[in-house]
């Protein structure tokens, strides 16, 4: 009796070896139990969550939303009073019109100093019919002199206008160099004054930018997040006000190096979420990381240090979700998945 009941403890301890062992074969999915679908918990749901804060300090004036509404593109969340850059915007339109009547003056002035122009080359013309006649009449009187015909007194007067008719030449050619240095004058100063409109109009440009920023809108269609902003709270410029979570999710699954050899993109993925009660949705591979997670941490270790030991490291793999599957649309970021990828699956 005592040897029979012995044969059978060592039958049962044998029994519960060999099933502790294929559990622990099971686990590790080594042979027999080698799975061509590779499994990892370590994934979660992703999607592009937008901060939203102002570019500008002042004090909210209407917050017209609530935490976690869904908002359109185009849709007012908050305005931070506007009183003091509508002010400034009205500064700004006052001297672009000033800097503007000084340009049309300027064109005046280049307008009048070619008028002056014109006019004084009308008077070398006049100057220089003058000096003709003189010189005319000094060819007459000059041999009237030598023989004694004449008097003094009108030789003298006809050689005193010669000499004014000259000098008068060389006035009006000297009034004509002063207008064409005016009219220069007047093209330098539009230019500078054309620089001045140029910054005005930005100055202008730039009121407006700080006026519509006052008024911050959603950028695209989504959920948002908890609402910070408050009545009558002051806030500076990049302040956190509220997130915008938009309607795209994808799946970020962290797969060991070693579960990488059989994947490649375009091949088709399962995976449960936990919190619809591990509901199973499918999607496909879009593309790899191109480092380990280990390149993009903010200390990177270092292994060149101490002793060795060896850690398989993991890849960032973004999956996409199939459209068409009701449940898709409750997936938020953040939530944990279980993925399941079976790398003898072609694309």
Known sequence: MTRILRSVSTYVALAIGLVGLGI?????????????????????????????????????????VQ???????????LRID????????????????????????SDQSRAA????????????????????????????IEPLRERGVVSQTSTDQSQQALDQARAAITATNAAVDVARQDIQTAIVNRQSLVAAVEGAEAAVHLAEID?????????QDGRLGEVSARLGQYVAAGTQLMALV??????????????????????????????LRHARLTGKIERFSPAAGSEFSVIRPDNATGNFIKIAQRVPVRITVDSGQPLAERLAPGMSVVVSVDTSASR
Do not use: C
């Open 24 to 64: 622990i074969l099971y686990a590790w999915r080594l042979p027999p139990f080698t799975s061509a679908v590779e499994v990892t918990e370590n994934a979660y749901v992703r999607g592009q969550v937008t901060i939203i804060a102002p570019q500008l300090a002042g004090y909210v004036a209407e917050v017209p």
């Open 113 to 140: 100093a070619e008028a002056r122009l014109r006019a004084a080359e009308a008077n070398v013309a006049s100057a220089e019919a003058a000096l003709r006649t003189a010189e005319a009449n000094w060819g007459r």
């Open 67 to 77: 935490d976690f509404a869904a908002v359109h593109r185009g849709d007012l969340l």
């Open 82 to 105: 506007d009183r003091i850059f509508a002010q400034k915007l009205g500064q700004a339109r006052a001297g672009l019109a000033a800097q503007r009547a000084a340009l049309a003056n």
């Open 211 to 219: 006026l519509s920023n006052t008024r911050i809108t959603a950028p």
């Open 246 to 275: 938009p309607d795209q999710v994808w799946v970020i699954a962290n797969f060991k190096e070693t579960q990488l050899a059989g994947m490649r993109a375009g091949q088709p993925v399962s995976f449960t979420v936990d919190a």
